[in-house]
């Protein structure tokens, strides 16, 4: 599989679709938003991409989790109880099965997502103190790195922090950090990654190179092998679909 099968969340978008809520929904203003949908499953449970909202208030009800992490503008999110938080640019959260409330875009507001579209039985009820905010003080990190046989270059190290996982064991949202280094990987599952610091490089098995540095997001697909390698301590949000 080439790196050109790794999909970049970056200027050259796919066709976007609108997203414009029920009249019903609305709370105020006149939101309407822009979807660019840039991954689905193959079993049709996983759709990654961007959203994009112009300023507004709409009522919501989560059927299924969502990661989201704000790229742009700033958004307000509140659960039935009135509890809300405000989100700015790089606040990263899981939003459980099961929560209801609104979210108000306070200006036109962009964010990456990824839905896993499995409900949870007994998932009602769920409030803001459910969701899982990555922005919050971190819990203590598992402490790991690559097999032995995999490393090619260094002694890298990493922190694992998951902070979210379905009940079904098929989706994981966290952290990861990693010391500089170089390894082989083979992903059997999928992956979408955002770079928060440092700077590493992707290579395919034919020795094609992709540069991440922060902000970069992409997604990579199961089949994709090649090599990571850490240039610089490298930090990531991720969202591994099993």
């Given at each position: 599989m080439p790196i050109q099968d790794i999909i970049l969340f970056g200027p050259d978008r796919p066709e976007p679709f609108e997203d414009?809520?029920?009249?019903?929904?609305?709370?105020?203003?006149?939101?309407?938003?822009?979807?660019?949908n840039y991954h689905q499953s193959a079993d049709q449970k996983l759709l990654a991409g961007i959203l994009g909202l112009t300023p507004g208030k709409t009522s919501v009800a989560y059927d299924f989790p969502e990661f989201g992490v704000v790229t742009q503008g700033r958004a307000r999110l509140a659960d039935e109880s009135g509890a809300e938080r405000e989100l700015a640019p790089g606040d990263a959260f899981v939003i459980p099965a099961g929560f209801k409330g609104s979210w108000e875009s306070l200006e036109p507001t962009e964010k990456h997502y990824c839905i896993y579209m499995q409900t949870e039985e007994g998932a009602n009820g769920r409030t803001l103190a459910q969701v899982t905010d990555f922005q919050a003080p971190l819990p203590a990190p598992e402490e790991g790195a690559p097999a032995p046989e995999k490393v090619l270059e260094g002694n890298p190290k990493n922190l694992t922090w998951n902070l979210y996982e379905s009940p079904d064991e098929r989706l994981f949202c966290g952290l990861w950090e990693s010391g500089p280094?170089?390894?082989?990987?083979?992903?059997?599952?999928?992956?979408?990654?955002?770079l928060l610091t440092g700077h590493s490089r992707l290579a395919d098995e034919q020795g094609q190179t992709l540069e991440l540095s922060p902000g970069t997001a992409f997604f990579i697909p199961p089949g994709f092998k090649g090599t990571w390698e850490v240039l610089e301590t490298t930090r990531k949000q991720y969202v591994i679909f099993a």
């Open positions: 414009k809520p029920d009249p019903s929904r609305v709370l105020a203003g006149a939101p309407s938003g822009l979807i660019w280094g170089k390894w082989a990987i083979s992903y059997e599952e999928s992956e979408y990654c955002r």
